[in-house]
């Protein structure tokens, strides 16, 4: 079965800060994974996503992720966080493209001036 | 882009009322789509699968007959919490496969759903 593991259930990083939020995965075959973003009261908002090729994976907002197999891991990386970052992330899985995933806890990033 | 809209945003309802809540994609065709349940400063789970013009399929531990499912055109996608309690108040949120080529899934923005 699959699993999403975000260790860090809150993070804070002064703005200017890079960025690093955890997530490891468990499944028996390559993953679909995907990063989400949600603020307060809203829906969800995709950062980017791993399909295959590349494990280095761009997405918006400056976001970036990197897919280690070896460590079962996707973790998601900013150069410099803005204010405007503050959000709960959630990493999710899925076993093939289109189909429904499985979430993480989610980490709460809170930026500080 | 891909757009999934739900509607209403919010509802607040009093106990053993129902609550019908709908899911839609604006600019493409969805034969599947999910619900998914979250409640405060917790993570999404999935409670049922739509399909269109077939019974849905639940999770297990999520009750079908108090949580109904219909899908009933490629669009449209309804839930309807029936005779709803308290510890029924929660963030559901609606996803929606894309028939096309990549065959991608889209969220909708959520329904806050409060029971009194």
């Known amino acids: 079965a699959q699993s999403v593991t975000q260790p860090d259930i809150h993070i804070t990083v002064s703005e200017g800060a890079s960025l690093e939020l955890r997530c490891n995965y468990s499944?028996?075959?390559?993953?679909?994974l995907f990063w989400y973003v949600q603020s307060p009261g809203q829906g969800l908002q995709l950062l980017l996503k791993?399909?295959?090729?590349?494990?280095l994976v761009q997405g918006i907002k400056g976001f970036e992720a990197e897919f280690k197999r070896s460590q079962s891991s996707f973790n998601l990386r900013k150069p410099s966080v803005h204010w405007s970052d503050a959000a709960e992330y959630f990493c999710?899985?899925?076993?093939?493209?289109?189909?429904?995933?499985?979430f993480g806890k989610g980490t709460s990033l809170l930026v500080t001036p | 882009g891909a757009v999934v809209s739900q509607h209403p945003s919010w509802v607040i309802c009093k106990s053993g009322t129902s609550v019908k809540i709908e899911c839609r994609s604006l600019?493409?065709?969805?034969?599947?789509m999910f619900w998914y349940r979250q409640f405060p400063k917790q993570s999404l789970m999935l409670m049922a699968t739509?399909?269109?013009?077939?019974?849905?399929?639940?999770e297990q531990g999520v009750e079908k007959d108090k949580f109904l499912i219909n899908h009933a055109s490629l669009t449209l996608s309804t839930l309807t919490v029936t005779s709803a309690h308290p510890e029924d108040s929660s963030f559901y949120i609606c996803?929606?496969?894309?028939?096309?080529?990549?065959?991608?899934?889209?969220f909708g923005p959520g329904t806050r759903l409060t029971v009194l």
């Open positions: 996803s929606a496969r894309d028939d096309g080529e990549y065959n991608e899934q889209f």
């Open positions: 499944y028996g075959a390559t993953p679909y």
């Open positions: 791993y399909f295959s090729g590349d494990t």
């Open positions: 999710a899985v899925g076993a093939v493209s289109g189909y429904a995933l499985n």
């Open positions: 600019d493409f065709q969805a034969t599947t």
């Open positions: 739509s399909n269109e013009g077939s019974k849905a399929t639940y």
